[in-house]
């Protein structure tokens, strides 16, 4: 388990990355708490929206490359399954 934690981390951090980057999501030190935000321009933090075919290509992706990971994985280490 230790060893798939670093892995997802490894494989979460590009895709977090680029998702701060084009504002599409907030980074966790990017919030203001609210006393402070009650006195600056809001703009900066307005986070852009994707289309849907934008979405569904994301979907798309992220399950073919669930399902290439794992025939990759069962191609290098095969899981046998023997009675007894």
């Not at 979907?59 to 399954?81: K, M, Q, R, W």
Request: charged share 10%.
């Amino acid at each position: 388990m230790g060893m798939a934690t670093i892995a997802g981390g490894l494989t979460a951090y590009p895709v977090n990355y680029w998702l701060v980057k084009n504002k599409i999501k907030h980074g966790c030190m990017t919030i203001q708490p609210a006393s402070k935000m009650e006195h600056h321009d809001h703009e900066h933090h307005q986070m852009k929206s994707l289309s849907i075919s934008t979405q569904a290509f994301g979907i798309l992706a992220t399950f073919l490359l669930l399902f290439a990971a794992g025939y990759l994985t069962t191609y290098f280490a095969p899981i046998l399954f023997n009675e007894g």
